[in-house]
């Protein structure tokens, strides 16, 4: 279960990296349809504009 938790935020930070809405990530848990999903999202491009800083001291 802490497992399933895990890799559910990690699915959401990744897609916020890419630009996605997270609300995305429930499609994710279609049985056929969303391991499709995350692996396209996995290998895009991350954004180059992040939010936060590359280097958290800069903060």
Aim: proline residues 7%; charged residues 15%.
């Amino acid at each position: 279960m802490f497992v399933g938790i895990a890799d559910f935020t990690l699915r959401a930070r990744r897609f916020h990296d890419v630009g996605i809405s997270n609300w995305l990530v429930l499609v994710s848990l279609i049985p056929i349809l969303g391991p499709i999903i995350v692996l396209l999202v996995t290998v895009a491009p991350s954004r180059a504009d992040l939010r936060w800083p590359i280097n958290q001291s800069e903060m």
